[in-house]
């Protein structure tokens, strides 16, 4: 599995996180980029990105792949809006 897909509805609005395990790395997804703080959509998925690597350690999955624990936070990135069709509302 290359990655994962995880909904995360933030103040009444969906983004999408792409969760790559084996490089520890998130991308948020949001159609309301340009509209919502960029600091604030980060910090609501800090804890998705600080209790995943702990949560797959104690499950065994980086002894299962032979690669080291992450012992830090997932690195979050936000997928350039240009890339994604923005909305210019809430609906």
Known sequence: MESVLIPR????HWVLCQVFLKEGKVNLFDSMW???DKKVQLG???CLRYM???IL???GYYEQL???PRNNA???ENIN???LPQQADGY
């Open 44 to 46: 609501e998925i800090s």
């Open 57 to 59: 350690h104690r499950a």
């Open 81 to 83: 809006q240009n890339f």
């Open 74 to 76: 997932l690195l979050a």
């Open 9 to 12: 509805n933030t103040n009444g």
């Open 34 to 36: 340009g509209h919502n």
């Open 52 to 54: 995943l690597p702990s």
């Open 66 to 68: 032979g690669i080291k």
